[in-house]
């Protein structure tokens, strides 16, 4: 359930009504605007797929506009920019939700997903709906569709020599970076690790500086962000098959006519569909180059990574949160 601070706070904003020239005018016909924030690069594969394959597909009807960088919003304030009516989309994630509505906590726990194929599953079966029927109900906003970001593995600076990881033990003292949100701490700490939040945008320099001792982002993002000029190491933990949301203005949504909402529902898909695929051919294929940077890959001992993190989660805080049979569900959707 939401709590009442947080609910309170979403409804003020609302209530005020600010910035309602940010929710386009669909019934007069004039042509909207879809503002979309992400705190991604513009040649992340994700931005890639909205800007390439959503865009075009909506733009008899709708201008696209996004912001990149978290220049248009800090990421992790994304979703209460839609709820307020100051933002149309965000490329959100289930850590970000789980700020909003803890059973969300579900979707970012590590070793759970399995694959992208995986996550299309999970996100399509009725399980979802509740969790969807939340999110409109109480943030107003809708997720069209899931996004593949990616395996995240640990990236240290430490050279294998300095920090061989083969068990979480081994990450005992390490100051690892995770985004800022509680359910990526507690992976962080999961991992054995001591995490520190941390703005996406502010990794490279943390990492080039020494304030961190480290990262968990999939291999793509370690390209995009050229963290193998700053980093020596990459442990493939696997530790989350990571995923986001296309989120949108479910005020924006509602103010479409159906053949609006179908097209937007259909380019989501799209964009999300194409955006996976780039960013699996991207992940399968990348390892070398980055070894050529310098930055040596290695397979730890993952089964001791995966008993030592889910033995986290067991009569945790987070999974108190989770609705009966949810994890079943998803465990049997799996492979
Ligand atoms: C990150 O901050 O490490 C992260 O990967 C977290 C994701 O949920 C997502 O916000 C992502 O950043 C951004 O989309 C940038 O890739």
Redesign the pocket.
Same mark, same amino acid.
């Given at each position: 359930m939401l709590n009442f601070t947080r609910r309170a706070a979403i409804a003020s904003v609302a209530a005020l009504g600010l910035a309602a020239s940010a929710i386009p005018a669909a019934a007069d016909g004039h042509k909207m605007t879809f503002t979309l924030a992400? =705190?991604?690069s513009e040649s $992340?594969q994700?931005s890639v797929a909205m800007a390439e394959v959503f865009a075009p597909m909506v733009a008899e009807f709708a201008d696209y506009q996004p912001g990149y960088n978290g220049t248009l919003f800090a990421?992790g304030t994304e979703l209460e920019a839609i709820a307020g009516g100051n933002l149309t989309m965000s490329?959100a =994630?289930a850590?970000?939700l789980a700020q909003f509505f803890p059973e969300f906590s579900i979707f970012a726990t590590g070793y759970v997903h399995q694959d992208a194929a995986h996550q299309v599953r999970v996100f399509n079966d009725p399980l979802m709906d509740p969790f969807k029927q939340t999110v409109e109900d109480e943030l107003g906003v809708k997720l069209l569709s899931v996004m593949y970001?990616g395996r995240r593995h640990v990236n240290l600076r430490q050279t294998r020599e300095e920090l061989d990881v083969q068990t979480p033990a081994d990450l005992a003292g390490v100051n690892l970076r995770m985004?800022g949100t509680d359910a990526w701490q507690f992976l962080g700490a999961a991992l054995g690790a001591s995490p520190t939040p941390l703005a996406?945008s502010e990794?490279y320099t943390s990492l080039s500086s020494g304030a961190i001792d480290g990262? $968990? &982002?999939p291999l793509p993002?370690v390209v995009d962000q050229k963290f193998y000029e700053v980093t020596k190491q990459i442990a493939l933990t696997s530790h989350l098959v $990571?995923l &986001?949301y296309i989120a949108f203005s479910l005020e924006t949504w509602n103010n479409l006519t159906p053949d609006q909402q179908l097209t937007v529902q259909r380019a989501a898909d799209a964009a999300a569909a194409y955006g996976r695929l780039k960013q699996l051919d991207k992940e399968n294929n990348l390892a070398d180059f980055i070894r050529s940077q310098g930055v040596e890959i290695y397979t730890p001992d993952l089964e001791a990574f995966r008993a030592h993190v889910q033995a986290q989660y067991v009569g945790s805080e987070a999974a108190a949160s989770w609705p009966e049979g949810v994890l079943e569900r998803i465990n049997a959707l799996g492979n």
């Open positions: 992400t =705190s991604g $992340d994700r990421q490329i =994630s850590q970000e970001l985004p996406f990794v990262q $968990d &982002n993002t $990571d &986001n």
